[in-house]
């Protein structure tokens, strides 16, 4: 079906042809029609438009308001203040609009398949180390992303860019030769299930052992270092044994990933290792190009804009004076596959707001080697820090990193215990009190994180995540298993849409709050800012207890107000569910 138009752009389309029939001089103005208290739209288009053409705005703003014929849309207009116009709507206007959002699949919100293609760069845990509290974000935000512009049409491209290179791994491999079975699993029998923590206790160990030995034993230290060597040339054994790692490291993402209620698919890993065969190709361009010059040996690109305290240029330094590569080439390499390979138009990377320096850099080399132009665009989706409830830095009260899995484990609890306590009235069973407390705990998680604009830091506090009051996804979870129950409860009565009634204040407010789902859907893809939907969705649920109060469902008036009354609480169950997928939080029926 269609995209559906919403009532604002209607309202916005007759103010328009208003404009152009009483000003003809105005040419294609914009009336800049926004929501607002004192009517359900104003337009402030014609003061800028009287400034232009020497007008009294208020006498402008009456002959618009004349020009504009008798319609079924516009109910009411009123010239305010200094040229201000109010508008009010019709009723059926509202009704008609939802009817048709109603009857779409998709609530009316555009597809557009010729929107390009997005590589997202997100949740990049690295090989054989635990994933902590600050792995979180990218992971959110990026999946996030991933669903809202595949939603409004955009070809999105998963990479997960895991770290699964480097020196550590010589330290790793050479000991796992010298003590072969530390990798091996407790599992009987071949085809036994090895458990992501089972996996990720045989890394601990592993790596803590061989970082001992190598602090302490120089002669092990020598024979790690040559191993990075055997790796980097392509060693057989030395491969097959940093493959083991790999493999061992994915059980683990995988289990932490399936408890995040995320999808993540290995082939969409391409970690720093996918980009080893392009390094000395990137690097032979750059310099050819002039992009990077030699400097002390290494080979580095200079801005006017980067230096360090003492004023002197901080370079990007792309291969060091040893021949080794640093991460710039890798993500360099990166972005040629991306543009070249993948065919990419925009590359969106969700990555700590700590290293936009390096990605600013990055950015204007490969803009400067005509690998980003006006046609591929790269972009930073830079996210803040997870703070305690002290507003520091998320620790143990040992002051160690938070492991990720341990604090997806106690937001489960505290929401089960959420969840029970509703067991009996919600007529929940044991498992599906089990399943519930799951979905609420990860929802509450990741819309904690979601409902903050990203690039803010913001504080994990789990009391007031899994809280049935206030900004929290919990709420936005009971609103829509309320909707459910009440259409349960509704027996024969089915949810019909009636134009022809008068509705309440609180209808027409939460009539127009639906229309502008898919606008919202657009802002927010358009600024890679999931905060805009999340906080869409708490308007919406709080618009929800506002109709409640003012608005008896099941006991209406008469036959038609409780159809038309279940059209609403429908539709808006139906937005709630849709966002919070999109944001990938689960909706249970029963809560």
Known sequence: MASVPSLASTVQQRLAEGLSAALPEAGSADPLLRRSDRADYQANGILALAKRLKGNPRELATQVVAAIPENDVLKEIEVSGPGFLNITVSDSAIIETLAARAADDRLGVPFNPSAGTTVIDYAQPNVAKEMHVGHLRSAVIGAAMVEILEFTGEKVVRRHHIGDWG????????????????????????????????????????????????????????????????????????????????????????????????????????????????????????????????????????????????????????????????????????????????????????????????????????????????????????????????????????????????????????????????????????????ENGRYVGIGAVKYADLSTSAVRDYKFDLDQMVSLNGDTSVYLQYAYARIRSILRKAGDAKPVAHPELELAPAERAMGLHLDQFGATLAETAEEYAPHKLAAYLFQLATQLTSFYDQCPVLKADTEEQKENRLFLIELTARTLHQGMALLGIRTPERL
């Open 167 to 434: 020196t550590q791994f010589g330290m790793l491999i050479q000991y796992l030769i010298e003590h072969p079975h530390e990798l091996d699993h407790k599992a009987e029998g071949a085809d036994a299930e090895v458990s992501g923590e089972e996996a990720m206790s045989n890394l601990n160990r592993l790596y803590k052992a061989s970082r001992a030995l190598f602090d302490s034993d120089e002669e092990f230290k020598t024979r790690a270092r040559a191993r990075v060597v055997d790796l980097q040339a392509g060693d057989e054994r030395t491969l097959a044994l940093w493959q083991r790692f790999v493999d061992e490291s994915k059980i683990y993402f995988y289990s932490v990933f399936e408890k995040l209620d995320m999808d993540i698919r290995d082939p969409d890993i391409v970690g720093e290792s996918g980009y080893n065969d392009m390094l000395q190709e990137t690097c032979r361009i750059l310099e050819e190009s002039g992009v990077a010059v030699r400097s002390e040996g290494a080979l580095c690109v200079f801005f006017d804009d980067v230096k360090g305290p003492d004023g002197n240029p901080v370079p990007l330094i792309v291969q060091k004076s040893d021949g080794g590569f640093g991460y710039a080439a890798t993500d360099l390499s990166a972005i040629r596959d991306r543009v070249q390979g993948l065919k990419a138009s925009t590359l969106l990377y969700v990555v700590d707001a700590r290293q936009s320096l390096h990605f600013k850099m990055v950015f204007e080399t490969a803009r400067r080697a005509g690998w980003l132009n006006d046609e591929v665009k790269a972009f930073q989706l830079a996210f803040g820090t997870v703070l305690g409830k002290d507003g520091k830095p998320f620790k143990t009260r040992e002051g160690e990193t938070v492991r990720l899995v341990d604090l997806l484990d106690e937001a489960i609890d505290r929401a089960t215990a959420v969840v029970e306590e509703k067991k009996e009235k919600a007529g929940l069973s044991d498992a599906e009190v089990a």
